[in-house]
């Protein structure tokens, strides 16, 4: 049971466009969503997070959406860089899970220059 | 702080054998975690501990995984009698309650 989803597996993108990476989930329960970065052969970076609470977060560059109704999430890089280039995964949790992290299958982006 | 440091980087071992990694957290968190990632999969979570309680396990933790956590700092992660299906990426975490995770580099177990 998948709870949390990345449809994508890659994306591929020109320098200083948008990228837009894109997550669903199926727990109703889950309360608060992360977005991690990976490079090959390195652990998961934080990245960004949003709390149901919201819908909206933004950091520099990175913007997180989250549609609750939908069970959706996305974020946007803009402009989007070279060294953006990594797989990007979602994460979600729920308050009375102990900070256990449900992770998607991940996206790789890729940025052209 | 120098993050999350995780012992060894790479581990290769004959199918059988016992291996055991070690995570040291970054040192106010007192949350640590466990992740599996295989190739093409997000990390998979395999137990967490709060100071030296350990609170959760996953079914993906067979009989054949052991965790600790003495006095609520380092953490080892033993494998017993390895198997080919337990070659994977070896993830640990920490955080404050409330906070997000923060990962080490990983180990790589290689059963062969």
């Known amino acids: 049971d998948q709870q949390v989803k990345q449809n994508s597996p890659s994306l591929s993108v020109q320098e200083g466009r948008i990228s837009i990476l894109n997550c669903d989930y199926t727990?109703?329960?889950?309360?608060?969503f992360l977005w991690y970065k990976k490079y090959p052969a390195e652990g998961p970076t934080f990245l960004i997070s949003?709390?149901?609470?919201?819908d909206k977060n933004e950091d520099g560059r990175f913007t997180v959406f989250l549609n609750k109704s939908a069970k959706h999430l996305s974020l946007h890089i803009v402009p989007s860089q070279p060294g953006d280039s990594a797989v990007y995964f979602c994460a979600a949790k729920s308050y009375n899970q102990g900070g256990k992290l449900i992770f998607g299958q991940g996206t790789e982006l890729s940025v052209k220059p | 702080d120098t993050g999350v440091s995780q012992d060894p980087r790479h581990k290769i071992t004959k199918r059988g054998q016992n291996v055991t990694f070690r995570c040291d957290p970054i040192s106010e968190h007192n949350r640590l975690y466990w992740y599996r990632q295989t190739l093409g999969q997000g990390p998979e979570f395999l137990t967490y501990?709060?100071?030296?309680?350990?609170?959760?396990k996953s079914r993906l933790l067979s009989d054949r995984f052991s965790a600790e956590r003495p006095k609520g700092s380092f953490s080892t992660l033993e494998i017993q009698r390895t198997e080919q299906g337990d070659s994977a990426m070896y993830l640990c975490a920490s955080s404050r309650i409330n906070t997000e995770a923060f990962f080490g580099q990983g180990t790589r177990l290689t059963v062969v």
């Open positions: 727990n109703s329960m889950f309360d608060y």
């Open positions: 501990f709060q100071n030296e309680a350990q609170l959760e």
């Open positions: 949003i709390s149901s609470i919201k």
